[in-house]
């Protein structure tokens, strides 16, 4: 017969944003079992398709947390600029580091860098249990909740939290009723090579068919790309020759590398809006992308969730500190309200920014240039994008 184990909060979901939480809850002194189909692997080879943009809030806090310096920094790169404009047009923006006194504006790393350097502090730590395998079953009682194994044992704890993605298996089981909208679009990645080399520099065209980010990665002709595309534009761009794809994205780019060659394979991710109506139940708190899940325009999907899992650290650690019940619904409510608030704040900014910049009507195109044009020309203005693509206030600025 397996015995049941206890921990005080089990996290199920081992991926960037679930061990972040596994690792600060440890810290803080609270046991944890992490709940995965499998572990991190180290980056191997070429680079992955999926990329992060790392802001200074996120760096910070994994700092803390000691993974930043576990990760493969011959893998991460810095970027000291951003040039952002609109096709045909004279809107634009350029942001520069030194303009704010900041060594970068940012990092783009591989998923699997940042999960591998995770993965190293937590399978040491040793509040940390490792589980591998999905859970089967989940039930919760009034002291406690229950996790049925993948090898039939029983696990307890007074906390679960779902970092198990978008289409979370602890959300569905606890029934907890998403908003959902389909962008229309699929995220279109793939990483190329440029003629000219990137600079450091981060570059974003807004077309009307969707915007395309060129993302630079460690080595200085080698970029990321983020291209969001009506479906069948994006799934015909995966099957259409090495050539063809070459000169449609040399063209979308308008040259400004130069001659663009892709170096990886192409892959078509289906983009959609996912909003949980609750962060928290009793004995239950959504972290990350499945609590919310948001456009890749502004590349602060990853931040999001990381700031999510910084919180709940907090408010566990102060509720472990005064003797609180780690499952309480009062005490998990001060996470959810200021989380479920800014995902709110980014849903709707990154719904408003695709409706200014889809498509080529001359109206909305009229708005953009003069938009971009203000951003560019006026100090504060600027000033608040920075902070927002930072993650961090005008005052830390200084």
């Not at 944003?17 to 046991?31: D, K, N, T, Y």
């Not at 090579?193 to 068919?209: I, M, T």
């Not at 069948?232 to 090495?242: F, H, I, N, P, V």
């Not at 020309?377 to 902070?387: A, D, H, N, Q």
Request: charged share 20%.
């Amino acid at each position: 017969m397996v015995m049941a184990q206890s921990v005080q909060v089990a996290i199920v979901g081992g991926g960037m944003v679930g061990m972040s939480a596994a690792l600060g809850l440890a810290q803080c002194g609270i046991s944890v079992a992490l709940i995965d189909r499998e572990e991190p692997k180290p980056a191997s080879g070429e680079f992955d398709l999926r990329v992060s943009a790392i802001n200074r809030a996120s760096e910070s806090f994994l700092k803390e947390l000691g993974a930043w310096q576990r990760m493969d920094h011959s893998r991460i790169a810095a970027y000291t600029g951003m040039k952002v404009w609109d096709k045909d047009s004279l809107g634009n923006i350029d942001f520069a580091a030194e303009d704010y006194q900041q060594p970068d504006l940012g990092h783009i790393i591989e998923n699997s860098v940042i999960a591998y350097g995770l993965w190293q502090q937590v399978s040491e730590h040793k509040l940390i249990r490792c589980i591998l395998g999905a859970p089967k079953s989940v039930a919760f009682g009034e002291h406690e909740a229950w996790l049925t194994l993948a090898d039939d044992s029983m696990l307890s704890a007074r906390l679960l939290v779902a970092a198990d993605g978008a289409n979370s298996w602890l959300r569905q089981q606890m029934n907890v009723p998403i908003s959902f909208r389909d962008y229309g679009h699929s995220g279109l990645v793939a990483t190329v090579r440029s003629l000219h080399g990137h600079d450091k520099v981060a570059r974003q065209v807004f077309l009307p068919e969707g915007p395309l980010a060129l993302l630079p990665l460690a080595e200085d002709n080698l970029c990321s790309i983020v291209w969001s595309l009506p479906p069948e534009q994006a799934k015909g761009l995966t099957e259409c020759s090495g050539s063809e794809f070459c000169d449609a994205i040399t063209l979308a780019s308008e040259g400004v590398l130069s001659k663009l060659e892709v170096v990886s394979e192409r892959a078509a991710i289906p983009l959609t809006m996912r909003y949980a109506r609750d962060f928290v139940l009793p004995r239950l708190a959504l972290i990350g992308d499945a609590a919310h899940t948001i456009h890749p325009l502004a590349g602060q999907g990853v931040n999001l969730g990381l700031m999510d899992a910084k919180l709940l650290i907090e408010v566990l650690a102060s509720g472990q500190e005064s003797g609180r019940d780690l499952g309480d619904l009062t005490l998990l409510q001060r996470y959810a309200r200021p989380r479920k608030a800014a995902a709110q704040e980014m849903i709707a900014a990154m719904s408003g920014f695709k409706w200014l910049f889809a498509g080529d009507h001359p109206v909305k195109k009229g708005m953009r240039d003069i938009g971009l044009a203000l951003v560019n020309r006026i100090p504060g203005l600027k000033r608040k994008f920075i902070e927002q693509a930072l993650g961090v206030s005008t005052n830390e600025l200084r």
